[in-house]
């Protein structure tokens, strides 16, 4: 069975850093492009950041250019997102999902996991 788990939240201070991981079981991620959501209470999903199947191209929204790196491991079949320099509006539950291509629909969907920025 396909499935997708995030791990990694929690709640930092304004500057600080988080590691988000989102790792594979059922399916290799290496042929699918990876993409991070979030959602801020009250707020529509957003697509943060995205990394390619083909060559490892990234995307980024343009909040976090600069701060947030996405990156895969496909020896341990996983995708990560370092979160740098975070701020209060980066709160939200961060999704990672399974995509045909990073403009594609999303196959398989994690369960969340939850970044709060407060000091």
């Known amino acids: 069975q396909a499935r997708l788990v995030e791990s990694g939240g929690g709640l930092v201070q304004p500057g600080g850093s988080l590691r988000l991981s989102c790792a594979a079981s059922?399916?290799?991620?290496?042929?699918?492009?990876i993409g991070w959501f979030r959602q801020a209470p009250g707020k529509e999903r957003e697509g943060v950041s995205c990394?390619?199947?083909?060559?490892?191209?990234?995307r980024y929204t343009d909040s976090v250019k600069g701060r947030f790196t996405i990156s895969r491991d496909n020896a341990k079949n996983t995708v990560y997102l370092q979160m740098n320099s975070l701020k209060p509006e980066d709160t939200a539950v961060y999704y990672c999902?399974?995509?045909?291509?990073?403009?594609?629909?999303?196959?398989?969907w994690g369960q969340g996991t939850q970044v709060t920025v407060a000091s």
């Open positions: 990394i390619s199947s083909s060559d490892d191209s990234t």
């Open positions: 059922g399916f290799t991620l290496d042929y699918y492009a």
């Open positions: 999902v399974a995509q045909r291509g990073c403009s594609g629909p999303g196959l398989y």
